[in-house]
């Protein structure tokens, strides 16, 4: 197993994805953690001069989904089958787009109140319910998104709205078995741990 | 072998790395196009209401990503290393991230003058000189990006920057590995007959 470094902000934004994975497949890595303080003087020596990055070994890999992607793979939450790993992939860009909304508010409203109201009247009409409608549907029949395995886009998920689940009832109220569902992946053990005892930031 | 239908706009755009792959690998496809008028109309039977979708017989794929991954592990253009292929990933979100600037450049920017101001500006100097300073220590020492197997990633380069080496002399004249890099690529057989043969689309 290679040593692995996870370098991003302290936040969750584009990593938290993959510590869940590392979380949930139980694989060691160093989470680093770069201060707003110390990013200027660091960015010089990031390849590319963005995060995230994960070092494996002495190899810096770019990109947060292709971070994620490798790493899912290597725990074997990637379907096997090319077509199915191909809906994992359109499951999860899918979900981060609505991630990049959710964040765009959150980088441009700095009001508490005006942040909810763009997320009640805006996100959540327009990007999340039509999500949780084709969601619904998607895993009546299933154990996790895709049949019985656990898949990292069901990672995707959990690390989504695991926390809209507790905060939004009315919503979830709507899609009871996508709140059964979110609760599940958020159970998983690895997960569970993960969700208790990380670093506590806003997003 | 599935039956594929492509559908995107009358455009080269999120779809064009996609026809690319199909057209290297010589693998037959519909590439259907949905013009301006009809699409509100056939938005409604669009999954998610958002193009590029693949048809994979009865099943939808969406995102493009997703897509152009898809496809090229079909056609054997996904290096088998599960690191190799992440690179791969990063490599081509690299680059896209550079196509949706000058996207967002083409889209927000009418005036052709202005337009160009804005690529030599603002595009070149700050996102395609930096990867190309990066491509042109990548490619030093390799037949293709990696080592001596075409990939998708190679593709990606070709589709991003097979117009601008024929009228950017300048830029491409600080860069000459690169600039025979691109040609070679360009000149792949399934690709050259693409280039000369696809629709004429502005972008």
Redesign the interface.
Known sequence: MPEYRLIYFDAMGRAELVRWIFAMADIAYTDERVSSEDWPERKKSI??GKLPVLM?DD?V???S???A??VA??AGLVPQD??E???C??LV??VSEILLHLHKIMRTTEDQQERNTKIEQELIPNYVE?FFT?LDSQIQDHEWYFGDQVTWADLMIGRAFCTMVLTNEDLFNKFPAVRSYVEKVCALPGIQDWIQNRPQTTF
């Open positions: 390849p590319g494996v190899k890999l770019r990109q989904m292709a971070i992607r490798y793979r290597e090319n077509l790993a191909a809906f992939d359109s860009e899918t039509p084709s």
